[in-house]
């Protein structure tokens, strides 16, 4: 049976053809993502699972406690977390392809102070909560800005929001730039509205 046919077809073709491609796409993106996971965990021996938020959790515990986030010493921790050992800059740029370490401004905190006095793994999973509606939130506040928020819409761009790619990235890395988005869009919105 071609493609032509099957989208030609009956209704429910179509939306098993869309279902097997959706689900095809995200065992790519995953595999893809956990690809990322196994690479560190190979070169590094250690089964920390990779996080983007986990420099900025610990940085923001430190600078709470009176510690520098900027400094070798909390440089060299944070690796040993991550990876089981310290690596110089060159070393790790070579195997990572990247280098760790505390790079956000200090007033960080703010954002992430609900976060701090949990563990780690429930932080996680709670940041990726609050990601995924912060940016559920921006796309249906978008929506409302452009008339254009109807139910039917509202679940079509929730839909395509949790399974693009990037989209999936930031949650599955809890990358703090996810909540960005709520900011710009709702300063757009207030600008527009004349606040």
């Given amino acids: 049976m071609s493609y032509l046919r099957v989208l030609s077809g009956a209704p429910w073709r179509r ?42 959790w610990l940085g923001a515990q430190t600078v709470l406690s009176g510690g520098d986030p900027y400094d070798q010493g909390f440089t060299s921790k944070l690796q040993g977390l991550m990876y089981g050992r310290p690596y110089d800059a060159a070393e790790e740029i070579a195997l990572l392809r990247g280098v760790t370490g505390f790079f956000y401004p200090p007033y960080v905190v703010i954002t992430l102070l609900p976060l701090l006095w949990l563990p780690f793994e429930v932080a996680r999973w709670a940041a990726v909560a609050t990601l995924a509606a912060s940016l559920t939130a921006s796309a249906f506040l978008w929506l409302r800005l452009t008339g254009r928020f109807t139910l039917p819409n509202a679940l079509l761009v929730a839909l395509v ?14 990358q703090l730039t996810g909540a960005v988005l709520i900011y710009l869009v709702g300063a757009y919105a207030a600008a527009a509205r004349h606040r």
Avoid: E
């Fill in 161 to 174: 929001l949790v399974t693009f790619q990037p989209v999936f990235d930031l949650l599955w890395l809890q």
């Fill in 15 to 56: 939306a098993a053809l869309l279902v097997l491609m959706l689900v095809g796409y995200l065992a790519m993106t995953i595999a893809s993502l956990n690809g990322r996971v196994d690479h560190q965990i190979a070169v590094t021996g250690h089964p920390f699972v990779h996080s983007d938020l986990f420099p900025r």
